[in-house]
């Protein structure tokens, strides 16, 4: 069974698993390409503030 780590109680959960079965924790399926989007709008705004 693959399992992946909680970021809010580090316990080894089922990687299927949409929330933690230990604090209810909701893990986030497109939380990395809300992180990309975050960062690339840091960096254009940056550009633009350089530029
Ligand atoms: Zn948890």
């Known amino acids: 069974m ?7 109680c580090a316990m080894e959960v089922d ?3 949409k929330i933690c079965p230990v604090c209810s924790y909701e893990f986030a ?5 809300a ?11 940056l550009l633009y503030l350089l530029f």
């Open 29 to 33: 399926e497109t939380s990395t390409l």
């Open 15 to 17: 990687a299927e698993s």
């Open 35 to 45: 992180r990309w989007t975050a960062i690339l709008l840091v960096v254009v705004i």
């Open 2 to 8: 693959k399992t992946k780590e909680c970021p809010s």
